[in-house]
């Protein structure tokens, strides 16, 4: 069976595909959650990456785009949606190194497929990026429509997390 992309930015990249395009809640406009798409404006994230003290490196990322967001605790209830179908999926994001104390680099997501939690992941930053990085994989699903939910947040309650959403591939 063929693997798709469902980018960030661009979507559903399989021919004929009638799927929605990536859902960000709440959306750059309402909450000033998101940040906006990477690499392709003069407020986008990539004037903000070139701050980093360690910069994401544009030309790592699926098709030069990602989503960024910072959740703190208390904040509005954020996340992303993807609506596919197909029998597997994995997501990828991209991890962030270890930045000074004000930014924060710890990751930490729970996964919902189909209206049920089906996973958790978080990590501590390391050096250096780390690139195409699958957080979540999921096989064997009936080949019919799925909706899956990616919700950064602090896993204690205590803690911010920060997403960098790359891409998601499925069958």
Same mark, same amino acid.
């Given at each position: 069976m063929p693997t798709y992309? %469902? /980018? /960030?930015v661009f979507g /559903?990249?399989?021919?004929g595909s009638k799927s929605p395009p990536v859902l960000y809640q709440p959306s750059t406009k309402e909450a000033n959650q998101w940040d906006a798409v990477g690499g392709t404006c003069s407020q986008c994230t990539l004037d903000v990456n070139r701050a980093l003290p360690l910069p994401l490196d544009p030309s790592m990322a699926k098709?030069? =785009?990602w989503h960024t967001v910072t959740v703190d605790p208390g904040e509005p209830v954020t996340n992303l949606t993807v609506t596919f179908t197909g029998t597997a999926l994995t997501a990828y994001c991209m991890l962030p190194p270890l930045f000074q104390h004000d930014i924060t680099s710890y990751t930490n997501m =729970? %996964?919902?497929l189909d209206g049920a939690i089906v996973g958790h992941y978080h990590k501590e930053a390391t050096s250096n990026w780390t690139y195409n990085f699958p957080v979540f994989s999921k096989g064997e699903l009936e080949n019919r429509e799925h909706t899956f939910v990616i919700s950064p947040q602090g896993q204690d309650g205590a803690s911010a997390s920060y997403l960098v959403f790359d891409y998601i591939t499925y069958e």
């Open positions: 992309i %469902f /980018d /960030d /559903d990249q399989r021919p098709n030069g =785009t =729970t %996964f919902e």
